[in-house]
């Protein structure tokens, strides 16, 4: 065992200690407690590979367009669309 599973295992035998009651409000706050640094640590490792990912790959910029009306008469049936995207 790594010193955070020997530091766990003492905690719980102190827990056990505990009443039924006071075990239930400790599990409550050490649950809490793991999912708020849980969170922290998604966010911090999104934000992380977020900014890693921009600083190597740019994204060029796109406007969009609307097609152009001689395109769109050829084109009136929902079958057809893969055609129509090609010939843009």
Not at 44 to 53: G, I, N, P, V
Not at 63 to 76: A, E, H, L, R
């Amino acid at each position: 065992m790594d010193g955070i599973e020997l530091l766990m295992v003492g905690h719980a035998k102190t827990i056990k200690s505990f009443s039924a009651r006071r075990q239930a409000i400790a599990k409550n706050k050490i649950a809490k407690l793991i999912e708020e640094l849980e969170l922290e640590q998604i966010d911090e490792d999104t934000a992380t590979s977020s900014s890693s990912q921009s600083s190597h790959y740019s994204m060029p910029s796109v406007t969009p367009t609307s097609p152009k009306p001689s395109i769109m008469s050829n084109y009136n049936s929902a079958d057809n669309l893969d055609a129509m995207y090609y010939q843009l």
